[in-house]
């Protein structure tokens, strides 16, 4: 079987503090690329971060940052000092080459 | 500026009715999709292409159904609308089978049948 699992539906943050988003995923392949979006109350989705599985540097993107520890499967998205605009929902995601799958995604508020 | 459009951005309309929601990318994508949202829930893919007159059903069944004509162009058909297709709808399209390509999506259309 291969899926995404996001096990906190909601998480709160203090603004300007750092959080950190969990993903787990599970795959008998080799070769994935490792996703992050995010969906803001307007409901369109925004890409965020990409990792991939032969990565050896975990993948930064300005405040954004991946987790990757690839024998935990796990993919955990780190956003430092967080601001307002960062209250959404986030969705892990991975892409084995044969199909896209998504996590059941986090509801992220930030707490002025 | 997005690259893929969706129209309506929003759509109230009554039980029975025909509705389609459009989606055209600039991108030249062979992939496209279409997922099915309900608010702060997961995503749902209900239909997918990969190229001209290739349409497949996903995973979740859908009396929705799709065409594509047009490389750009995955228009997403309900022939006749009710209550349970309330939810939001989402278009994305992708560039290839690289594990690299995500996927670019559309805005979405917020569909409401009352």
């Known amino acids: 079987a291969q899926k995404i699992t996001q096990t906190q539906p909601g998480m709160f943050v203090q603004e300007k503090e750092a959080v950190t988003l969990d993903c787990t995923y599970d795959?008998?392949?080799?070769?994935?690329?490792l996703f992050w979006y995010k969906q803001p109350s307007s409901g369109e989705m925004i890409f965020l971060i990409y990792q991939g599985s032969y990565d050896e540097q975990n993948a930064t993107e300005g405040r954004y940052s991946l987790n990757f520890q690839k024998a935990r499967k796990s993919a955990n998205l780190v956003i430092s000092a967080s601001q307002l605009g960062d209250s959404a929902m986030y969705f892990c995601?991975?892409?084995?080459?044969?199909?896209?799958?998504f996590g059941t995604g986090t509801s992220l508020t930030v707490i002025p | 500026e997005a690259d893929i459009y969706q129209t309506p951005r929003y759509l109230v309309i009554g039980t029975g009715k025909k509705i389609t929601l459009e989606c055209s990318q600039t991108m030249g994508h062979d992939k496209m999709y279409w997922y099915q949202q309900d608010p702060g829930m997961e995503l749902h893919l209900i239909h997918y292409?990969?190229?001209?007159?290739?349409?497949e059903k996903g995973d979740l069944s859908s009396e929705s159904t799709v065409s594509r004509i047009r490389t750009e162009h995955f228009p997403l058909t309900l022939e006749s609308a009710r209550p349970s297709h309330t939810s939001q709808y989402l278009c994305a399209s992708s560039e290839g089978p690289g594990l690299v390509y995500g996927y670019t999506f559309g805005s979405g259309t917020r569909l409401t049948v009352v």
């Open positions: 995601a991975m892409n084995t080459g044969n199909q896209f799958y």
């Open positions: 795959t008998s392949d080799q070769s994935y690329g």
């Open positions: 292409s990969y190229g001209v007159n290739s349409t």
